[in-house]
């Protein structure tokens, strides 16, 4: 996950072949436009057998979900809520956002991230959801140890034990 700007300075091409040469599955840019995407990007994450994930949030109309959903291979990443990363909110505040993407029967998993933080957060995220994605508080947990394998166990074993 990251930003357009710097994979352009990188090289969009090269970006991706490296990526894949790496062993990295998908990509997520949150700010790639679709126009863009159809047209310039999305043969080239293909050739590199690279899935695109586009996000949906609370305010995004079902005409631009079932487009997303058709452009999205991997899964779709449910924004749990307008506001940024790593911030505190309460998931269950978004029922009925879940219950819309639930209903519309989407070709590709949703998986809910933005603050999914600890077990409960994650139950209540899968609760309404196909999975959820962790990013800050496993960053966190990273920043406190050298051991990286021995934290992730460990914060891995905290989520779902």
């Known amino acids: 996950m990251g ?6 300075q ?3 091409e090269r970006f991706c072949a490296e990526a894949a040469a790496t062993g990295v ?3 997520i840019l949150p700010d790639l436009p679709i126009y863009e995407f159809e047209t310039e990007y999305g043969p080239i994450l293909k050739k590199y057998g690279l ?3 586009f996000l949906v949030t609370p305010e995004t109309s079902p005409d631009r979900v079932s487009k997303v959903d058709a452009l999205s291979s991997g899964f779709l990443y449910a924004v749990s809520s307008s506001s940024t990363t790593g911030k505190d909110k309460n ?3 978004q029922e009925a956002y879940f219950e819309r993407l639930h209903k519309m029967a989407l070709r590709n998993p949703v998986l809910v991230g933005f603050g999914i933080k600890d077990k409960a957060t994650f ?3 899968c609760q309404y959801s196909n999975g959820a994605i962790i990013g800050t508080a496993y960053i ?3 920043e406190q140890t050298t051991d990286i394998g021995a934290a992730t166990k460990t914060f891995l074993g905290t989520i779902l034990s």
């Open 25 to 27: 599955d998908g990509l």
């Open 51 to 53: 899935d695109f994930i």
């Open 10 to 12: 990188y090289g969009f």
């Open 3 to 8: 930003y357009m700007n710097p994979v352009l």
């Open 140 to 142: 966190r947990a990273l």
């Open 91 to 93: 998931i269950n505040d």
């Open 123 to 125: 139950a209540a995220a």
